[in-house]
T-cell receptor, first 113, second 108 residues
Framework: DTEVTQTPKHLVMGMTNKKSLKCEQHMGHRAMYWYKQKAKKPPELMFVYSYEKLSINESVPSRFSPECPNSSLLNLHLHALQPEDSALYLC????????????FGPGTRLTVL | GIQVEQSPPDLILQEGANSTLRCNFSDSVNNLQWFHQNPWGQLINLFYIPSGTKQNGRLSATTVATERYSLLYISSSQTTDSGVYFCAVDNYGQNFVFGPGTRLSVLP
């Protein structure tokens, strides 16, 4: 099973709201990733978790707060976002059969009003 | 950091035509993947190909790591092949860098 799931599929939130994005994989992968993708642009890496520890934070503003409660689950907590944060948020994981091969979830399309 | 370029940026084909997409990268890599992003945003794995040649149906890919490029071949294109094709590389870190993509439109 090479499936990464993400919920919700769509999210609309105001600038004062707090919301969370969820990502789950059951492939036994030990690294999980959050990416942000703006329209007509490639995905850009935000965070990497390796063995449930944050290993890369690509200078992401603190209004984005990642969390990895266990090896299968990755959350992205959102607070006080700006309209320019509207984008497609993609989750990915790596592990096997190829250690560096990334598998992506379907994404959450976020709109900040 | 590593730079990734893709060409052409846009490509319009008639159904049934063949095409070659190119990815150039600026440093040695331990991972190279080709993805197809469909209109709903899903990134579909096409090939994991840090070196060598692979084929999967109408698609094939070749990576020449020593010369720092990879090619994706699409034969007998279909309208369902439309979308954006991304090349992405990892050069021995966990920082996976995407190229800008090739936007493909296949016309019936």
């Amino acid at each position: 099973d090479t499936e990464v799931t993400q919920t919700p599929k769509h999210l609309v939130m105001g600038m004062t709201n707090k919301k969370s994005l969820k990502c789950e994989q059951h492939m036994g992968h030990r690294a999980m990733y959050w990416y942000k993708q703006k329209a007509k642009k490639p995905p850009e890496l935000m965070f990497v978790y390796s063995y449930e520890k944050l290993s890369i934070n690509e200078s992401v503003p603190s209004r984005f707060s990642p969390e990895c409660p266990n090896s299968s689950l990755l959350n992205l907590h959102l607070h006080a976002l700006q309209p320019e944060d509207s984008a497609l948020y993609l989750c990915a994981s790596t592990g096997h059969p190829n250690p560096n091969e990334q598998f992506f979830g379907p994404g959450t399309r976020l709109t900040v009003l | 950091g590593i730079q990734v370029e893709q060409s052409p940026p846009d490509l319009i084909l008639q159904e049934g035509a063949n095409s070659t997409l190119r990815c150039n990268f600026s440093d040695s890599v331990n991972n190279l993947q080709w993805f197809h992003q469909n209109p709903w945003g899903q990134l579909i794995n096409l090939f994991y190909i840090p070196s060598g040649t692979k084929q999967n149906g109408r698609l094939s890919a070749t990576t020449v790591a020593t010369e720092r490029y990879s090619l994706l071949y699409i034969s007998s294109s279909q309208t369902t092949d439309s979308g954006v094709y991304f090349c992405a590389v990892d050069n021995y870190g966990q920082n996976f860098v995407f190229g800008p993509g090739t936007r493909l439109s296949v016309l019936p």
